[in-house]
Structures are given as structure tokens and as C-alpha cells.
């Protein structure tokens, strides 16, 4: 009659505590004995476990608690930016409502009342997907249309697999007001942040030639990247500060 003997080690006290194992390596080790021949028979297995705990907002906006936190935004199909360190199970949700001054008492009040996104709203959070960290706002495909005039709060819910099952956990809340531009008198002045950090990275006379040959006619737009990653108009003054002070060097410059 074989005799299964399994060879293993673990810390109880974390497991009875959080009912799941603590994050890291676990090698588990089967032995099975032959009673009657004594023939050994061994199968092991290194399982990773990971806790992955990290949720942080990047833009639009900033993390808001009252009406004087709110950033002024001025496009109407912002892309919505998040971090997180990376799981097979991970997945993403998010949550977009309207801010109403002297109607909800705080951002939190906001998101508890019906959401932009996801509409209809069934009180909950639209899903993303797994491991995406960014969301392209599109109204043709989910959502209500973000309006000029209005404050607006947004929230990411992420869901991962653990060893005591699945759990959930929010990220903070940031808000931000949608401005027309073309509400201000000066609105045609108005200088594009993006040009101006390209500007400081190409040089002056590079970017005024660039300009006024290969680039004539057109405008700044889009989505900024570095190496295929999405990045945000503050990870790219981080990078012009690199320039400045010595941090990084460029190299070349070319136009796609």
C-alpha cells in the first residue's frame, strides 16, 4: 500500500491571522513510499505567491477633498492613467460621476451617486480588464458625455486572486473641472503645455524650425509615449527636469 508523505513548512501564525499565505516562494515537496517494495516516488512544485497591494492614481486631476483641490482640465476625452505592479490575476474597474457643489458634501458623496461611467449605472464599476492600467474616454462606446462647466471624481477598483481567494480593494478618489477653453478671452493664446516641454527639449530654434517646416500646420495631440508605455503631461516635465539637471542626456532627435 504506497504511503504518501508530504514534506512541507510554513509559518502558521500570518496564515491564521490573514487566512492566506504571506507573499513570496513556497516549494512543496510530495513523497510517496512504495510500503511494500519501498520504492520512492517524489514530485515538487515552487509556487509564487504574490500580495499585490499598489494602486496609485495618476491624472487626470489630483487627489481632491474639497472644491479648492480641483485641477482644471480642458479635454473633453481625457485619458485616464493609473499604476499597479503587475499580476496574472489582476483585472481593473473604474468609476467616473459628476461633482456637484452644494449638493454632495464631499468627493466620496459624489461617487456614491450615479456615475458618468459606467452608464446606465448599476452601481457599480466598469470593467477594464486585466492588467490595463489606462482608459482612452470614449462616449461612443461606454459612458455619458464629460460636459465644459462641470466638476467630475473617478475611482479604480482593483481585483486579484490570493491564496485566501479573490479581494478587492479602491484606490483614492481624484477629481478634476472640465474648462472650456474657448471661454476665456485670451483662449487663443493659450500656450499648449506639451509644446512648451518639447519646445525646452529639442531647443528653441530646433523646435520654431521643426515648426515652420516638417511640423507646418500641424498641432500637438494625442498620446505621449515612452518606449510604448502611455505617459502623463507630469511624467514628461519629469523627464525635462532630468534634462536639466544632468540626468539624462539626449541623444538624437527625429521626426515619425
Known amino acids: ?31 510517496i513510499v512504495n510500503e511494500s517494495s519501498g520504492q520512492v516516488s517524489e514530485a515538487s512544485k515552487n509556487i509564487r505567491i504574490v500580495s499585490p497591494t499598489s494602486l496609485e492614481l495618476i491624472g487626470p486631476g489630483n487627489l481632491v477633498q ?17 499604476e499597479s505592479e503587475a499580476c496574472a490575476s489582476c483585472n481593473y474597474a473604474i468609476r467616473i460621476c459628476e461633482y456637484v457643489p452644494g449638493i454632495h458634501a464631499s468627493p466620496y458623496d459624489a461617487m456614491m451617486d450615479e456615475a458618468v461611467l459606467p452608464f446606465p449605472d448599476d452601481g457599480d464599476f466598469y470593467d ?22 462641470k466638476y467630475y471624481v473617478w475611482q479604480v477598483e482593483k481585483t486579484f486572486k490570493t491564496s485566501g481567494g479573490f479581494q478587492s480593494m479602491k484606490s483614492e478618489i481624484f477629481g478634476f473641472f472640465l474648462e472650456d477653453p474657448s471661454s476665456k478671452e485670451m483662449a487663443r493664446q493659450m500656450i499648449n503645455p506639451v509644446e512648451e ?32 508605455r502611455p505617459i502623463t503631461i507630469e511624467e514628461l516635465r519629469a523627464i525635462v527636469n532630468g534634462i536639466r539637471n544632468g540626468s539624462y542626456t539626449i541623444q538624437n532627435v527625429f521626426v515619425e
Open 128 to 149: 477594464v480588464g486585466s492588467n490595463i492600467t489606462v482608459l482612452n474616454y470614449d462616449p461612443a462606446f461606454a459612458g455619458r458625455d464629460l460636459e465644459f462647466g
Open 66 to 82: 474639497g472644491l479648492r483641490d480641483f485641477e482644471n482640465q480642458f479635454n473633453r476625452f481625457p485619458m485616464f492613467h493609473w
Open 197 to 228: 516641454l518639447l519646445k525646452e527639449l529639442v531647443g528653441e530654434d530646433q523646435f520654431e524650425t521643426l515648426k515652420a517646416g516638417q511640423l507646418s500646420g500641424y498641432q500637438v495631440s494625442g498620446m505621449m509615449t515612452v518606449n510604448g
Open 1 to 31: 500500500m504506497p504511503h504518501i508523505q508530504p514534506d512541507y513548512f510554513f509559518q502558521y501564525l500570518p496564515i491564521l491571522s490573514t487566512g492566506q499565505l504571506p507573499a513570496g516562494t513556497y516549494s512543496f515537496l510530495v513523497r
